[in-house]
């Protein structure tokens, strides 16, 4: 055998085992090989093809992104006309379908004994693909249903596709027609990315979908995470189908083609409701956009007797779940302040029906979002609710926005208790500073003061917090203390035992200590270990309360962010108020003498610089280490210097210490300093 005749072979092998593992994939969606072993074969066929470009065929699987772009898109005539379908919204429309179609079929109402076939009604763009042979050799846009556009050099590249139908027995030409879609999945993760490379989103799959295939360039569509089930056939010459709809489809899924798995044939109008429940609990956690069911005479011999309206079958309807997004305007856009202190913009509407519910509010999300949508008060939006999901404002209708509107901004001052709103750097959330100031982070806040780590108040549960906030009995901390046991005893669900239990862990924890006491207050960044490092620093909560961010940074675990944070809360007279109280309720813990550093000072006074890649540590467990030993790390290295210590791969930190005479060490060199006994240091 020669080599091309070898090479012949085994492409022919190759291609017939990937079709035959797309099907298994796609149409059957039950994977037999690993992804590993398919791409092996893949890059295999494409080394043979490379060596033997004369052996190439267009139905080749390694040829879908192969087509140069198009000028313009060439029209294709559908001679079997593409079909829409009618909508019934609501269950009385649907009955009167069903009384149609029995009246026109002379069927026995009583009997109902009718089949239809049931499936999810897709939203994304109908396709027609047109094999020749088994060969795609066309793919086209249903158009006005009459004419449609080429887009064969799109839909090749759909891998759900195939380029060549497998098995055997199907006509000589076979129109198969079905839905090209986005799934969810892929449409959230393309918007997120178009979103973070500041090029344009989609509004909803659907269009998603449609604009994939209106591409020139196949190598955008390729792009796209599409996909496709097949619904029907259109011309069919030289071979036979089978006399059910619900059977045509099975047979296309054998030929390759992916059919919806949701399918279902049903009996009469009771059928298609209990079908139409099913999907509609399903729906939200369906991989793909539905706006509703489809209902179609299995039969094709009846359907062939109904025949078609205009352009809508007799045959067949769409039953419509409620519209998930309709237009409203938006009266205001206000902010929310979440427990957490985070901020969310709101758009208060027009009140307009839409998933079934009528919505007056709709969620923007997040500042960014505000500003990327650019949304204004005076304009009409897109508002979408799907399924229990809060309502969102998709986008704005910008050929309707009125003149004189402006740009909604991020308020300087916390709209429910005036503290400053701080963001960080260019983090998404902006959040209220107010913590126990702010009533709408009350509850939380003080969940996490009588948390088991801060101030420990044992029976001070979620539930009673709650409680004790809405009745307004408590605003801040120091009203903790204040509690009688009387008062205790009379709220929900507490005995009174557990009202003794609850006054007695209140009176407990008025004695503390500095770390808890810190810890408790909430202040954002300031953590267990930072709690506890600042308490062993300074030794006084005045000390703290007073020290500058520089004198701050000086406490290991502490960066100038965690410092400003620090500074900021004291800075607050609310903040300072609060503390007061809380002392005059008697909360106290013991102070000792500032440390300025910690008990074993070893390295203290000496700063350290990390670089490169240790072979036994992180830079971080590294710099734990230093500055637990009183030891300073810090990002650039200066004259002040007193270690660079290096790793694998270090960069200009190195030499510039080289430079300056700094001493560099590696990192068993750094054990050494840190196992050296006390004395041994100078
Ligand atoms: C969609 N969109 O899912 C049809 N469709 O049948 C299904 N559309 C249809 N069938 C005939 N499942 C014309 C349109």
């Known amino acids: 055998m020669s080599a091309s005749a070898a090479a012949r072979r085994e492409i022919k092998s190759l291609r017939e085992q990937i079709r035959y593992h797309n099907y298994r994939y796609h149409a059957l969606d039950d994977p037999e090989i690993p992804d590993a072993e398919y791409d092996r074969m893949m890059r295999r066929l494409q080394a043979l093809e490379r060596e033997h470009p004369e052996l190439i065929t267009d139905d ?23 079909l829409s379908l009618d909508n019934a919204f609501g269950e009385e429309e649907l009955r009167d379908f069903h009384r149609r179609v029995a009246d026109r079929l002379e069927l026995e109402l009583e009997a109902d004994e009718l089949s239809y076939a049931a499936e999810p009604k897709l939203d994304g763009a109908a396709v027609s693909l047109l094999y020749e042979d088994g060969r795609l050799v066309r793919g086209a846009t249903r158009g006005d249903g009459t004419t449609g556009e080429d887009i064969t050099h799109n839909v090749r590249t759909i891998e759900a596709i195939p380029l060549r139908l497998i098995g055997s027995g199907y006509p000589a030409t076979l129109e198969v027609r079905g839905e090209v879609f986005m799934p969810k999945a892929g449409f959230e993760a393309y918007n997120e990315k178009a979103a973070a490379a500041g090029e344009k989103t989609f509004v909803n799959p659907r269009n998603a979908a449609a604009g994939s295939l209106r591409q020139l360039d196949p190598q955008l569509t390729a792009a796209r995470p599409l996909d496709m089930y097949a619904y029907s056939v259109g011309r069919i010459d030289g071979g036979d189908l089978p006399q059910t709809h619900s059977e045509v489809l099975e047979r296309l899924q054998n030929w390759g083609l992916k ?42 011999q009846q359907q062939r ?68 949508k650019d949304v204004r008060v005076g304009d009409t939006v897109t508002i979408r609710r799907a399924g229990d999901v809060i309502p969102e404002v998709v986008g704005v209708i910008r050929s309707r926005r009125p003149k004189g509107t402006r740009k909604v901004k991020l308020p300087e001052r916390c709209p429910v208790c005036d503290s400053a709103v701080a963001r960080e750097g260019d983090e998404a959330v902006a959040r209220c500073t107010g913590g126990l100031y702010c009533s709408a982070q009350r509850a939380e806040a003080l969940k996490h003061f009588v948390s088991r780590r801060a101030m420990d108040i044992e029976g001070l549960g979620s539930k009673i917090i709650e409680q004790l906030v809405s009745a307004d009995r408590i605003h801040t901390p120091a009203d903790i203390f204040t509690l009688t046991r009387e008062e ?44 506890a490092a600042l308490a062993a620093y300074f030794g006084k909560l005045d000390l703290i309360m007073s020290a500058t961010e520089n004198e701050l940074v000086a406490v290991p675990d502490v960066g100038p962010i965690v410092a400003s944070r620090i500074r900021s809360f004291f800075g607050e007279k609310h903040n300072r108020d609060v503390i007061q109280a809380l002392r005059d309720q008697g ?12 008990a074993d000072g070893k390295l203290s006074g000496k700063t350290f610089v990390l670089t490169g890649t240790l072979p036994n540590m992180t830079r971080d467990e590294a ?42 060490i590696d990192e068993a060199g750094l054990d050494q300093l840190l196992n050296a006994p006390a004395s041994e240091e100078s």
């Not at 080749?60 to 593409?82: K, N």
């Not at 909360?587 to 910690?598: A, C, I, L, Y």
């Not at 030891?631 to 200009?652: E, I, P, Q």
């Open 488 to 531: 205790v005893a009379e709220m929900e669900r507490m005995g009174e035992k557990s009202a003794d239990n609850l006054v007695a862990a209140i009176e407990a924890s008025r004695t503390t200590s500095l770390e808890r006491f810190l810890f408790a207050l909430g202040i954002r960044e300031v953590g267990e270990s930072t709690a």
């Open 259 to 300: 059919v919806c798995p949701e399918r279902r044939v049903v009996s009469g109008v009771e059928g298609c409701l209990d079908f139409y429940r099913d999907i509609g609990d399903k729906r939200d956690g369906l991989p793909y956009e539905i706006d509703g069911v489809v209902y179609k005479v299995d039969d094709l």
């Open 60 to 82: 080749s699987p390694t040829q879908r992104v192969g087509d140069a772009p198009v000028e313009t898109f060439g029209t294709v005539q559908h001679e079997v006309p593409m």
């Open 587 to 598: 909360v106290s813990w013991d102070e000792s003498e500032p440390q300025r550093s910690p």
């Open 305 to 372: 007797e109904l025949g078609f309206v205009s352009r809508a079958p007799r045959w067949a309807i769409a039953h419509k779940f409620p519209a998930q997004e309709e237009l409203t305007t938006v009266e205001g856009v206000e902010f929310q302040v979440g427990r957490t202190g985070a901020l969310t913009p709101v758009a208060r509407l027009k009140p307009v029906f839409v998933g079934g519910v009528t919505v007056s509010n709709a969620t923007l999300h997040n500042i960014d979002e505000l500003h990327r």
């Open 623 to 664: 710099k734990k280490k230093i500055q637990a030993q009183g030891g300073k790390v810090t990002g650039s290295v200066s004259s002040k210097t007193s270690f660079v210590v290096y790793g694998d791969k270090a960069g200009s930190k190195l030499s510039k210490a080289q430079n300056l005479g700094v001493e560099t």
